[in-house]
């Protein structure tokens, strides 16, 4: 079974699959290789041009769904690296930063993030290995509660 098979697979052992692209909201590319390094624009929780999980985590939206959008996110990341590169020519993520938009009280963003991760480690698995950065903002575009910017190597 080739590697895409295998995601595949693991992403429906998930109940996922791989969304549509995601077009850019402005004159940018989605994906951007440099040499071996691959660079993918900020992905934010949309699935089929349907804005999901706006709003302030905390107040609008729980832990719980900010997960989700989070999930959501990095699902359309891995999107973007199978339509637009292969899957199988990636050696793995490097790194994630996570946006994310919240009431002042609220304070559990690393348990948001870990939606991005989890979803990154249980489906690429050892490929899925990165660091991250969580950073609070106080207005996201359109009102996402989180976005996911994300580089990964090439084979």
């Given at each position: 079974?080739?590697?895409?098979?295998?995601?595949?697979?693991?992403?429906?052992?998930?109940?996922?699959?791989?969304?549509?692209?995601?077009?850019?909201?402005?004159?940018?590319?989605?994906?951007?290789?440099?040499?071996?390094?691959?660079?993918?624009?900020?992905?934010?929780?949309?699935?089929?041009?349907?804005?999901?999980?706006?709003?302030?985590?905390?107040?609008?939206?729980?832990?719980?769904?900010?997960?989700?959008?989070?999930?959501?996110?990095?699902?359309?990341?891995?999107?973007?690296?199978?339509?637009?590169?292969?899957?199988?020519?990636?050696?793995?993520?490097?790194?994630?930063?996570?946006?994310?938009?919240?009431?002042?009280?609220?304070?559990?963003?690393?348990?948001?993030?870990?939606?991005?991760?989890?979803?990154?480690?249980?489906?690429?698995?050892?490929?899925g290995q990165h660091t991250r950065a969580i950073i609070g903002a106080a207005n996201l575009p359109r009102n996402f509660s989180v976005g996911l910017v994300s580089t990964f190597t090439l084979v």
């Amino acid at each position: 079974m080739n590697f895409t098979d295998t995601l595949k697979k693991r992403l429906a052992n998930l109940n996922l699959s791989l969304p549509d692209l995601t077009t850019p909201g402005g004159n940018y590319q989605s994906v951007n290789v440099r040499g071996n390094m691959v660079y993918i624009a900020i992905q934010f929780p949309i699935i089929k041009n349907e804005f999901l999980y706006t709003g302030y985590l905390g107040k609008d939206l729980s832990t719980e769904e900010g997960y989700q959008a989070a999930q959501l996110c990095a699902l359309n990341v891995i999107s973007q690296i199978h339509y637009k590169i292969g899957i199988e020519k990636i050696a793995g993520i490097n790194h994630f930063d996570l946006y994310y938009q919240s009431d002042s009280i609220w304070d559990e963003a690393p348990d948001v993030a870990n939606g991005a991760s989890d979803l990154f480690v249980n489906v690429l698995q050892e490929k899925g290995q990165h660091t991250r950065a969580i950073i609070g903002a106080a207005n996201l575009p359109r009102n996402f509660s989180v976005g996911l910017v994300s580089t990964f190597t090439l084979v």
